[in-house]
């Protein structure tokens, strides 16, 4: 039951990485695209992996599918930070499983699989929990969060690559595959470097960085792949849907480290944590995890 242990680490340093991207988003580095760029500087940390573990090995089409894999996930996660720079973590990380909706469909219309009962359930429930995290109150009346649409657009880009990965990974080595993903942010990061303005973002970013910052972000670029590896080896030993579901507790863990945080450390990191804004944001979160437990087991 190795792998079970595994599952349940997993979405606990999950959701320290989303909240070191909501500090560091917010204190230190503050454009989405950078951000989203300097994940492909983590390539080097599984790098120091290989002398005891073969994390470079893969067929050609599985490495280059890994590639592809990891240059999407870049622009998927630019939508998110930006939603980042100006929204609540505990809304932003479980809104993001509004993704699982479009694998769903995507699902229906590339492989032409049919949409059941249950999983009409569960897009319901996962829905009125993505718009219970989005509606927010305002001294007259309620609103929605832009976030939402930010969270929405990154999604269905990272749904894309859900689908994808349905049709690449390679099971016998998914270190590899995990090291190969990396590999292809890291290329699209240097691809989009090349250009000038984007060479000055980059510039103008770290160019404001403290100290403090710069350790934050490279706690964030080590702990990062140490997550993805977790995921990567409880998948091989267990059932991937329970791995999932598991996984997707990570935004309670999220909800709890940000309440600590705002009690303990505010000047670290500040959310709204009235008692019933703490309710409706459980609830909500409730729902989509068990929207997304139907989609896993149905």
């Known amino acids: 039951m190795e792998w079970l242990l595994l599952a349940l680490l997993w979405p606990l340093m999950g959701a320290v990485v989303n909240i070191f991207e909501k500090v560091i988003r917010t204190n230190y580095l503050k454009d989405s695209l950078v951000i989203s760029m300097m994940w492909g500087l983590s390539v080097f940390i599984i790098l120091l992996l290989h002398p005891f573990i073969n994390v470079v090995s893969l067929p050609f089409m599985s490495a280059l599918a890994a590639i592809g894999v990891g240059a999407l996930s870049l622009f998927a996660f630019?939508?998110?930070?930006?939603?980042?720079?100006?929204?609540?973590?505990?809304?932003?990380?479980?809104?993001?499983?509004?993704?699982?909706?479009?694998?769903?469909?995507?699902?229906?219309?590339?492989?032409?699989?049919?949409?059941?009962?249950?999983?009409?359930?569960?897009?319901?429930?996962?829905?009125?929990?993505?718009?219970?995290?989005?509606?927010?109150?305002?001294?007259?009346?309620?609103?929605?969060?832009?976030?939402?649409?930010?969270?929405?657009?990154?999604?269905?880009?990272?749904?894309?690559?859900?689908?994808?990965l349905k049709f690449t990974i390679a099971a016998n080595n998914p270190l590899a595959f995990t090291f190969w993903i990396y590999v292809g942010h890291l290329l699209a990061a240097v691809l989009l470097y090349m250009k000038r303005r984007v060479r000055r973002r980059v510039y103008l970013a770290f160019r404001r960085i403290t100290l403090k910052g710069a350790v934050v972000v490279m706690l964030a670029l080590t702990l990062g792949p140490v997550v993805t590896i977790t995921l990567t080896l409880a998948m091989?030993?267990?059932?991937?849907?329970?791995?999932?579901?598991?996984?997707?507790?990570?935004?309670?863990?999220?909800?709890?480290?940000?309440?600590?945080?705002?009690?303990?450390?505010?000047?670290?990191?500040?959310?709204?944590?009235?008692?019933?804004?703490?309710?409706?944001?459980?609830?909500?979160?409730?729902?989509?995890?068990?929207?997304?437990?139907?989609?896993?087991?149905?």
């Open 78 to 164: 630019i939508p998110y930070y930006y939603a980042l720079s100006f929204e609540e973590i505990s809304r932003v990380v479980p809104m993001w499983q509004v993704s699982s909706v479009f694998v769903v469909f995507g699902a229906a219309l590339l492989l032409g699989e049919t949409l059941t009962g249950p999983q009409y359930v569960a897009l319901a429930l996962i829905f009125t929990g993505t718009f219970l995290l989005a509606l927010k109150r305002t001294n007259t009346f309620f609103r929605i969060t832009p976030a939402v649409s930010f969270v929405m657009f990154g999604g269905f880009i990272y749904a894309i690559v859900h689908i994808l």
């Open 236 to 298: 091989q030993g267990g059932t991937a849907s329970v791995v999932n579901v598991i996984g997707n507790t990570k935004s309670f863990f999220v909800l709890l480290y940000s309440t600590l945080l705002s009690l303990w450390f505010p000047h670290v990191l500040k959310e709204n944590i009235k008692p019933y804004v703490l309710y409706k944001k459980i609830s909500a979160i409730a729902l989509i995890l068990a929207g997304v437990a139907i989609l896993q087991f149905i």
